[in-house]
């Protein structure tokens, strides 16, 4: 997966939280044969793993965290956090969500690695904050940008 040789198309998905960005990366990665996404919350992980076992059977699906860590004997889609992803896999797709937080004092160096060297074989995506294209197309000078518009309007409903 590091540097892999016929790299395929990175794409940034970039806008606010409610805009279907985790749901795309689930819906392309299960296009692809095997896959790996890096979510940056454990109950994230779960929660996406619990979805994907559900559409492709619990034989199909690792979860690998820090503290849980279920792998079948041969599966095709890894559902990890970011910090816990087996880079030594290869794998078609491949996603990092929130890589915004590389840019956090703690979890940065992290995420950072992760854009800097994770890559699927076939399709890698970078799930995200608008504040992040800038970045990124320095980083990644090749990335493809796409958008994403809110589902619904936030409010504040006051005290």
Known sequence: MTGAKNEGPMTAVLGPTNTGKTFLAIERML???????????????????DKVVKTKGVSQVALVTGEEKIIPQNPRYWI??????????????????????????????????????ARGRNETLFLGADTMAPILKRLV?????????????LTHSGH
């Open 31 to 49: 296009g692809h044969a095997t896959g790996m996404i890096g979510f940056p919350l454990r109950l994230l992980a779960r929660e996406n793993y």
């Open 80 to 117: 990890c956090t970011v910090e816990a992803m087996p880079l030594q896999r290869e794998v078609s797709f491949l996603a990092i969500d929130e890589i915004q937080l590389a840019a956090d004092a703690e979890r940065g160096r992290i995420f950072t690695d992760r854009l800097l060297h």
């Open 141 to 153: 000078p090749d990335i493809h940008f796409v958008g994403r518009e809110r589902f619904s309007d």
